[in-house]
């Protein structure tokens, strides 16, 4: 039988918070670890952007990390569930989150990743039309140029427009699917189903949890990279809450 989604509201989305900040500080070490991996990848992909002159291409890059960031929940959950569990999380339980993740949740993780792929080919190509590949833009030109010039204005907001559709597609499906898949409460089709319920069922409170998401996720890859080894876990705990809540065992 397919779980039925529960009623939150706006005001449930700080209980979220403080129960992932609170999972945080249990798990900190190894959470911090976990996270640091996408950490350090993202220390290599954005300034490496920003030195080869191709500065507009972080923020499409940003939002494609939101495409996947699902497929990689599985190792937070794993760390949660061995410290509600009363035991000391370690760097192995994270690899044991993703061995016993059943194979429909890797079939949804190649949607995403599809749609991953699909996102970053489509902005390099757009990115492409409206500027060649000779790189021009290099940090201090994209500061000057974000508020005057018009296609740089309009490439950013054409790609924001494209990706806000495929993050919200993804968000729809996985954001119950993940959890329900992982704790093996239904089948891929139920999940995907019960995922898009909960999220139209609770309308309000979902894209206000969804826009604080990319927000945060935002603001720590392009404006403070450092923060988000601390942002990425506490979210993902936090999004686990809001599972809890939306489909109780």
């Known amino acids: 039988m397919n779980?039925?989604?529960?009623?939150?509201?706006?005001?449930?989305?700080?209980?979220?918070?403080?129960?992932?900040w609170a999972t945080f500080r249990r798990t900190r070490t190894v959470s911090l670890i976990y996270a640091?991996?996408?950490?350090?990848?993202?220390?290599?992909?954005?300034?490496?952007?920003?030195?080869?002159?191709?500065?507009?291409?972080?923020?499409?890059?940003?939002?494609?990390?939101?495409?996947?960031?699902?497929?990689?929940?599985?190792?937070?959950?794993?760390?949660?569930?061995?410290?509600?569990?009363?035991?000391?999380p370690r760097v192995v339980d994270v690899f044991a989150g993703f061995r016993r993740s059943p194979p429909r949740l890797w079939v949804l993780a190649l949607v995403c990743a599809f749609l991953f792929l699909v996102w970053v080919t489509d902005a390099a190509t757009v990115y492409a039309m409206y500027f060649g590949t000779t790189p021009i833009f290099f940090l201090v030109k994209f500061l000057q140029a974000l508020f005057s010039d018009w296609s740089l204005i309009s490439f950013l907001l054409?790609?924001?427009?494209?990706?806000?559709?495929?993050?919200?597609?993804?968000?729809?499906?996985?954001?119950?699917?993940?959890?329900?898949?992982f704790y093996r409460r239904t089948d891929l089709a139920g999940a995907i189903g019960a995922s898009?319920?909960?999220?139209?069922?609770?309308?309000?409170?979902?894209?206000?949890?969804?826009?604080?998401?990319?927000?945060?996720?935002?603001?720590?890859?392009?404006?403070?990279?450092?923060?988000?080894?601390?942002?990425f876990p506490v979210l993902a705990y936090a999004?686990?809450?809001?599972?809890?809540?939306?489909?109780?065992?």
């Open 36 to 88: 640091g991996l996408f950490g350090a990848g993202a220390i290599l992909l954005f300034p490496a952007t920003i030195l080869l002159g191709f500065t507009p291409m972080t923020i499409p890059f940003a939002g494609a990390f939101m495409l996947i960031a699902p497929v990689f929940l599985c190792g937070f959950f794993s760390i949660a569930d061995r410290a509600d569990a009363g035991e000391i």
């Open 239 to 249: 999004g686990r809450e809001a599972y809890r809540s939306v489909f109780p065992d």
């Open 196 to 231: 898009v319920r909960g999220v139209f069922a609770n309308f309000p409170a979902m894209m206000a949890w969804a826009l604080l998401l990319a927000t945060a996720i935002f603001a720590s890859l392009l404006l403070f990279l450092p923060a988000f080894v601390v942002v």
């Open 3 to 20: 779980p039925s989604p529960h009623r939150v509201g706006l005001a449930d989305i700080a209980g979220w918070l403080r129960a992932g």
């Open 158 to 181: 054409f790609t924001s427009f494209m990706g806000s559709l495929l993050a919200f597609i993804i968000f729809a499906i996985s954001a119950f699917a993940v959890p329900l898949l």
